[in-house]
Structure formats: C-alpha cells, structure tokens
C-alpha cells in the first residue's frame, strides 16, 4: 500500500521549539515598565500648580501691596522693559554657553539654545533648578552622552554658576559702600547654630551613606571619577573655560541688568549698583531654598530693596515685574518648544 498523499490544503507541521528559543524570546520581549510616582497626571498637576497656589496665597495675605505694585506695573515705561527682556533672552544664551563648556563633546548649539529656553518652563513644576537640570540630563542623553558624564555636567554646570556668582557678589561688596545697609539682613548667631546644625548633620548623614551602602557608593563614585576626568579635560580647552567661566559671570549680572531695568520703569529710586546688589545679595542668601518658581529669592529681594530705602510698594512692584518678565511671560512659549522638543526626539 502507498502512503497516501498530502492534501493540498494541508499545512506543513512546525518545526519544534527548543527550549533555549523559548527563554531567549522571554528574554529578549520587554517587561512593562512600572508606573512612575511622577508619571501620574495629578501629581504632574499639583507640582505645576505648587508655585501658583504659593504666589497666590501670598498676594490674598498682602492684597493692598499686590494692588498697588500692580497698578505701577501697567504703568511702567515700556521701553525700559524691553531693555529688560533683551537681557532675559541674553542670559539663556549665557546657560547654553556653560552647558557646553561643562562638557567636553560639542553639542548643536540650535537645540541647545531651545533646551535651555524649554528648561525655564520645566523649572516651575520643580524646586532647586531640578526641572531645568532634568530636561538637560534627557538632552545630552539623546545626544548620545552616558548618563555619568551628563550627571557630572549638570554637576559641573551648578559648581562653576555658584562659584561665578559668589565671586561677582564679594566683587560687588567690595566696590560699592552699600554693603552696609544688609547688615539688617544677617541673621543673629541664635539662627546660625540650628542652620549650621542642620547642614553638618546632613553632611554627616551622607558621608555614612556613602561609607556604609555600597550599591550607592559605587555610581556615586563612578560619577565623581568622571567630572574630574570630564573637568580636566574641558579645563584644557581654551574654548570650552571661556564659555564656562564667562558665561558663569554672565549670568547673574544679566539677571540683576533686568531687575534694574524694570526698577527704572517704575521710577524706582536706587542707583543700579544697589539693585544689582541686592539681587546678587538676596539671591546667593536664599537661592538653595527649596521654593519652587524662585518664591524664597523673590521674598528676600523685596526684603533687600526696602533696606536699600525703596517704597514697598515699588519693590514689589519691582519684583513683580522682573518675575513677569523672566519667568511667568516665557512660560507658555517655553512648554510649547519643550512639547516641540519631545516630539521631534531632541529630549
């Protein structure tokens, strides 16, 4: 007998699976990712809304000083405020500036110049300049920079804008007599034990971690290994220390020439060396506060400018204008070239 023949609707039989196929394949299909803290759309609501409701709650609690302060700032001189939002726009330039020269590979300076104007939007939704240092971090990563050498940049980046603004402060001390009237300011010794205790016990803390963890002391030690490698290398650039270094310096001065110019369209009457003072002054005393949308350095500005002998009223005034000017006015065109940047896979 014959054996009979396949039908021509009949499939041929599959090859057999080996086992090792069928682990590779599980291997090899992705797991789905667990859902983020921050990945939720109230969370995501409620940090965006922090520095509102913030703002908001202090203008209801000082409604005749808000009042005021608004009504000078509509009629400010016009002119004076767009000599103040010229020196915004410089000082992104100045960020992207020391972006670059804390990394030794050369970035595209188009889409870094939109990253650092995307940056201020993303720094209202997060306290410390965290928003701005993670929309960087996702930048350079799409870049094709490690994340230990984007983490040493960012680091790099912070250490080099600190360190320039603490030496144009003392520079500024130094030249100008009106360092006399922030004695005010100073806290007395009783508020600088707690604060100094509570700095050491962190340090402290920390320096345990690190001693005692071991699966965090080793990417902590990794990233440090890479910037110094990453500082030694970009501090033999001359390229790269100029743009670090100068635009390190640049940028709070270009700060404090739009607080000034928005002081002088409100008629404020201080000379521009005490604004520019006391904008560096308020903001190195309160600028590591964790206050999202910069509320700490705002409240310590007026502060300063009411010591230097301004009206409250204007330096409110003052202070409002310059947060409407560097801050809430470029929020929405900033998350719409932050939405942009997301999707064309910049970030």
Not at 172 to 196: E, Y
């Amino acid at each position: 007998m014959s054996a009979p023949s396949p039908s021509p609707l009949s499939l041929p039989a599959a090859p057999p699976v080996r086992e090792g196929a069928l682990s590779s394949l599980a291997e090899a299909t992705p797991s789905p990712r667990p859902a983020s803290f921050l990945a939720g759309r109230p969370v995501r609501l409620a940090l965006c809304l922090a520095p509102l409701l913030l703002a908001g709650g202090w203008a209801m609690a000082n409604r005749p000083l808000v009042y005021e302060g608004v009504r000078r700032l509509v009629a400010a001189d016009p002119w004076w405020l767009l000599a103040g939002g010229g020196f915004t726009c410089l000082n992104w330039v100045a960020a992207a500036c020391v972006r670059q020269g804390a990394l030794p590979d050369r970035l595209p300076a188009g889409q870094l110049l939109a990253s650092q104007f995307a940056a201020g939007a993303a720094n209202h939704a997060l306290p410390g300049g965290l928003g701005a240092h993670a929309v960087t971090v996702r930048f350079l990563r799409a870049r094709g920079v490690p994340p230990a050498r984007a983490a040493a940049s960012v680091g790099l980046y912070s250490l080099a804008k600190s360190s320039a603004k603490t030496v144009v402060l003392v520079v500024f001390l130094a030249v100008s007599p009106a360092w006399r009237d922030l004695g005010g300011l100073v806290p007395d010794g009783r508020l600088l034990v707690p604060v100094a205790a509570v700095v050491g016990g962190a340090l402290a803390v920390a320096g345990v971690l690190l001693t005692v963890v071991r699966p965090l002391r080793r990417p902590v030690t990794g990233m440090l290994r890479c910037a110094l490698a990453d500082a030694r290398e970009v501090h033999t650039r001359p390229c790269r220390v100029a743009a670090l270094w100068g635009g390190a310096v640049a940028m709070p001065l270009l700060q404090a020439a739009a607080l000034a110019c928005v002081g002088t369209s409100l008629g404020l009457e201080l000379p521009w060396e005490q604004v520019m003072l006391a904008h560096l002054a308020a903001g190195t005393a309160v600028g590591a506060v964790p206050a999202p949308g910069g509320l700490a350095v705002d409240a310590a500005l007026v502060w300063t400018l009411i010591a230097f002998g301004s009206a409250p009223s204007v330096a409110t005034a003052t202070v409002i204008g310059y947060r409407v000017l560097t801050d809430w006015a470029p929020l929405a065109p900033g998350a719409v070239v932050l939405s942009a940047l997301i999707r064309a896979k910049i970030l």
